[in-house]
């Protein structure tokens, strides 16, 4: 199923504001969830088709409750607030009666302001095929990552019992087509958690809450160009890890942060 093709499956659910379902097929499948960068993008699709006037999205604070399978899923949006400037939006994840994942967006318009700060612009790697790619193993990789390539350019590939606690990954969508806010936020996901590269052997992680803010908002961009994520491990103890990352586009400059707690079973 083309990412596209799960951005067009939202679909309202007659009689009932702020309800929607969707069909995602387990292409996008996380072990015995949904990938959690595809629920995160059916969210901000859920919102921006309760309110098309939304403007540009400038975090997105996500908690996953629940294993949502792949098949018909239902989202509820409600407006929380809307300013002059700032709006923010809840939906809710439905898997059939259980709640499997919690949104609160904020989406801002640009407003006048004296402070002006852009980060450094770094240039990613001229070669990209240099550094390992994380191949797919049957099994053993989720199956979302096929919609993805990805080439390490520091750190280590996930289970390699590597003690490096920063991996620089290239990555880029493999569905072709434009990469618009929602595509760049399910991206956002899209790397395995750093603490799984200190990890010798195969072991299940799950992540347990997600933060993404966008610092930059840009037109969309074909799929062709390498992305680059630095993510870093923060901290890990008593089964959980904390890990930070930045995005940059395939022109060096910073797109979004991301923040995680992911649960490691090992």
Known sequence: ?????????????????????????DGWAQGRTLFGGIQALLAVRAMRAAMPDLPPLWSLHTTFVAPAAAGQLGLRVELLRQGRAA???????????QVAAMFVAVFGASRDSALSFKPEVKPLATDSSAGPELPFIAGMSPEFTRHYAYRWVEGSLPFSGHHATTNRILLRQRDPGLMGEEQIVAMADAIPPVALSLVQGHAPASTISWELEFVHHGEPLGNEGWWRMDASLVAARD?????????????????????????VFA
């Open 1 to 25: 199923m083309h990412i596209d093709d799960v951005c067009h499956s939202i679909t309202p659910v007659i009689g009932q504001p702020g309800l929607f379902q969707a069909e995602v097929d």
């Open 87 to 97: 709006v923010q939006v809840a939906a809710r994840l439905m898997a059939g009666e």
């Open 239 to 263: 089964g959980y890890a904390n890990q930070d990352a930045h995005l940059y586009g395939p022109d060096g400059e910073l797109v979004a942060l991301s923040r995680q707690v992911v649960a």
